[in-house]
């Protein structure tokens, strides 16, 4: 399963994306462009200790509780995207992963009283080896299309092993 979610407040409300003019897949690449570039909005994850707590979170939830099996992960300055193969519902890890995290960053962020993660997050199931490949390489090279890293191993909140 491919996941992602963002900060809130990280797309304009007033930014729609009207299904009836594009389908899901060409909504996701939009709002991932505009994530990709943020001009205005939060960008906390790219705070080192903000990003490392949801790292730590990520594979701790993982480890602890057998929800999912990571693969592979991006935490962007107001996103994360994650590569995961689901052992339970995503509602039994999800919703309590960002809970947790966006609880953390607000207490680290001493923001007490402001949502952190948007609400809705975006998935999608893996048909095949293929897709799973394709999906892999996306979440680990988003840094250098984003232009915030020249190769996937220099950027340090990545599953990319570092070069």
Do not use: C
């Amino acid at each position: 399963m491919f996941v992602t979610f963002r900060l809130r407040g990280s797309i304009p409300e007033s930014r729609v994306f009207p299904p009836n003019r594009l389908t899901s897949g060409e909504a996701f690449v939009v709002m991932d462009r505009l994530l990709d570039r943020p001009r205005s909005g939060p960008v906390s994850l790219r705070q080192p200790e903000i990003a490392e707590m949801v790292i730590h979170s990520l594979s701790e939830v993982e480890r602890r509780f057998g929800r999912y099996e990571l693969h592979a992960f991006v935490v962007m300055p107001n996103h994360v995207h994650l590569l995961v193969t689901p052992l339970v519902s995503a509602r039994q890890w999800l919703g309590p992963l960002k809970g947790f995290t966006g609880h953390e960053a607000v207490r680290m962020l001493e923001q007490r009283g402001r949502p952190f993660w948007q609400d809705e997050s975006y998935d999608r199931l893996i048909r095949n080896d293929g897709e799973f490949a394709r999906v892999w390489r996306y979440i680990e090279w988003n840094p250098v299309k984003a232009g915030i890293a020249a190769l996937p191993e220099e950027f340090p909140f990545s599953s990319a092993p570092p070069g």
